[in-house]
Each structure stands twice: as structure tokens, then as C-alpha cells.
């Protein structure tokens, strides 16, 4: 095998998405972190979460359980490896379903004037289709965190 062709291999698809929200960085912290709002938020579309779990902590773990539209259930679970309040959070991801194809996303959350700059970054994608089927439903996920965290 061609010494590119092993670089090639190691590279694992990732997508990095950034948001600015009309809401402090406290606020949208908390929107990642407390089970309570995590349920109104997350999720690609407008299927309802039925479970959302957190035990904010290095070492500690998450699950969270939705539905979308079209009637498919999901859930994905993993474990905090850092948490810095209200500026970062990063964390394995798995799907119940494919547990063995574990990823990893970070979470910045950046003050900017009187709102906050997102920035998600998640890595290690077993493939391209994986990391696109992620960026479409990262986008509907953060559009729901806006509308979220905008209101009240």
C-alpha cells in the first residue's frame, strides 16, 4: 500500500457548524446541560424527545432518546471527557443502535456582544455519508436551539 494511501485511511470525516444566538452564553450552556430544556430543543425536526439525561461531569454520562417526524426513533448516548461551564463541552457520541462507530463532538460556546458564537466541531465519522447525514441533522438541531433560545 502507497505510504498516501495509509494518511488516507487515518483521516476520519468531521464537520465543524458555528452559530451566533441571540441569547448569553449561560443560557445556551444550560440549553446542552439541563435535561429539562434539552427536551425542548433537541432533535433534527420537530419530533418530540421522550428521554434526556445528563450527568454533567468529566467521566460523567448522557443519553438522549427522540423521534422524528417521519416516526423513526433514536437515541445516543456518551460520556462528558470536558467540561468547562458555560464555554465548552466535549463528549463521545454513540447511537444505540451502532455503538461501535463512536464519534466525537466539541461544543465552544464563544460571549459575543450580547449573544454567543456556537461552534460545534464533531469528528471521527466512520464515513463521508455518516458525517452528511450528521450535518443535516446538527443544522436542524441548532435552528431549534436558536428558536429556543431566543424565546422567553
Known amino acids: ?6 494518511v488516507n485511511q487515518a483521516v476520519k470525516p468531521s464537520l465543524t457548524l458555528k452559530r451566533r444566538l441571540n441569547a448569553p ?9 439541563n ?3 434539552l427536551v425542548k430543543w433537541f432533535g433534527p425536526d420537530s419530533g418530540p424527545v421522550s428521554k434526556a439525561e ?4 468529566v467521566g460523567g454520562r448522557y443519553t438522549v432518546a427522540f423521534q422524528t417526524e417521519d416516526g423513526e426513533k433514536h437515541q445516543v448516548s456518551g460520556i462528558y471527557r470536558e467540561v468547562v461551564p458555560n464555554e465548552k463541552l466535549a463528549f463521545t457520541w454513540a447511537w444505540i ?3 461501535e462507530r463512536e464519534s466525537f463532538v466539541t461544543i465552544t460556546i464563544k460571549r459575543h456582544g450580547d449573544g454567543c458564537i456556537l461552534t460545534l466541531h464533531h469528528e471521527q465519522f466512520a464515513d463521508v455519508e455518516a ?6 441533522g446538527w443544522t436542524g438541531c441548532l435552528d431549534k436551539l436558536a428558536h429556543f433560545a431566543e424565546a422567553a
Open 1 to 6: 500500500m502507497p505510504a498516501n494511501a495509509a
Open 25 to 33: 452564553a449561560e443560557k445556551i450552556y444550560a440549553a446542552w446541560t
Open 35 to 37: 435535561p429539562q430544556h
Open 54 to 57: 445528563t450527568d454533567v461531569r
Open 97 to 99: 443502535t451502532m455503538p
Open 131 to 136: 458525517r452528511d447525514g450528521h450535518e443535516k
